[in-house]
């Protein structure tokens, strides 16, 4: 009996511990705007946008004709879902991504170079649902 007595007050005190360590990182992270990021999708986007981001020709060509505006480059950076499957994460000097998110309600693929300092936003294709 000794043994669930001891058992009974671990867990009661790990319970407390948790409840305390989750309110205290939910509240640190709120006033902070630290992410933690655990997961490759987070952490490849949070590293994109570590850097800073320049646009190729066709990107540029986009954002002046106004079918795009880099806050939509932006948003996909920030809530796009990275496909390491059409990625190419080994080669060097630069990685290259593709990266998928809503514009506007359309589906748009980004593909991203990412760099030692750089972040360049090679292309972007729109497609139909």
Same mark, same amino acid.
């Given at each position: 009996?000794?043994?669930? $007595?001891? =058992?009974?007050?671990? =867990?009661?005190?790990?319970? #407390?511990?948790?409840?305390?360590? *989750?309110?205290?990182? $939910?509240?640190?992270?709120? /006033? ?7 997961? @490759?999708?987070?952490? !490849? #986007?949070?590293? #994109? ?7 190729? &020709? &066709? !990107?540029? *060509?986009?954002?002046?004709?106004? !079918?795009?505006?880099?806050? &939509? !480059?932006?948003?996909?950076?920030? /809530?796009?879902?990275? &496909?390491?499957? $059409? ?5 060097? @000097?630069?990685?290259?991504? #593709? %990266?998928?998110?809503? %514009?506007?309600? $359309?589906? *748009?693929?980004?593909? %991203? ?6 972040? %360049?936003? /090679?292309?972007?294709?729109?497609? *139909?649902?």
């Amino acid at each position: 009996m000794a043994f669930l $007595k001891r =058992l009974g007050y671990y =867990l009661v005190g790990l319970s #407390l511990g948790l409840v305390f360590l *989750a309110f205290f990182l $939910k509240k640190k992270t709120s /006033e902070t705007g630290t992410e933690f990021c655990y997961f @490759p999708n987070c952490r !490849v #986007l949070q590293d #994109l946008r570590s850097k800073p981001l320049t646009y190729s &020709d &066709d !990107v540029e *060509a986009l954002l002046s004709s106004n !079918v795009l505006d880099s806050t &939509d !480059v932006q948003y996909i950076l920030k /809530e796009g879902s990275v &496909d390491f499957g $059409k990625s190419n994460t080994k080669s060097t @000097p630069c990685k290259d991504y #593709l %990266i998928d998110g809503i %514009i506007d309600g $359309k589906e *748009a693929s980004l593909r %991203i170079i990412n760099c030692e300092n750089k972040v %360049i936003a /090679e292309s972007i294709e729109f497609t *139909a649902h």
